[in-house]
């Protein structure tokens, strides 16, 4: 019963800005931790940002700078705001989210992802 929506993908210019949401609802306790993750073609899938429940923050080094993660806590939504976008930033970026279900199993679940991508 718990669902990860995410939305704000779409074809953006190169140096251009392109916000991503996830919104987790459902039969949710409390979230531990939300991450965004992203997979280009023939390529593993990384971990781009994480924002844990304390309010601390990890980025992957190709995005230091450029990529900013926040959280909505009351409305339990995760947001990547991506500016200055490269080429190499073309992938499918997937939400992850840890998190404290209501029937008190800690649980991790995936959005279904939203393709980004950058136009040289």
């Known amino acids: 019963q718990v669902q990860l929506v995410e939305s704000g993908g779409g074809l953006v210019q190169t140096g251009g800005s392109l916000r991503l949401s996830c919104a987790a609802s459902?039969?949710?306790?409390?979230?531990?931790?939300m991450r965004w993750y992203r997979q280009a073609p023939g390529k593993q899938r990384e971990l781009v940002a994480a924002f844990t429940s304390g309010g601390s923050t990890n980025y992957a080094d190709s995005v230091k700078g450029r990529f900013t993660i926040s959280r909505d806590n009351a409305e339990n939504t995760v947001y990547l705001q991506m500016n200055s976008l490269k080429p190499e930033d073309t992938a499918v970026y997937y939400c992850n989210a840890n998190l404290l279900t209501t029937s008190l199993q800690y649980r991790t679940y995936w959005g279904q992802g939203t393709q980004v991508t950058v136009s040289s």
């Open positions: 459902g039969s949710i306790r409390s979230i531990n931790a």
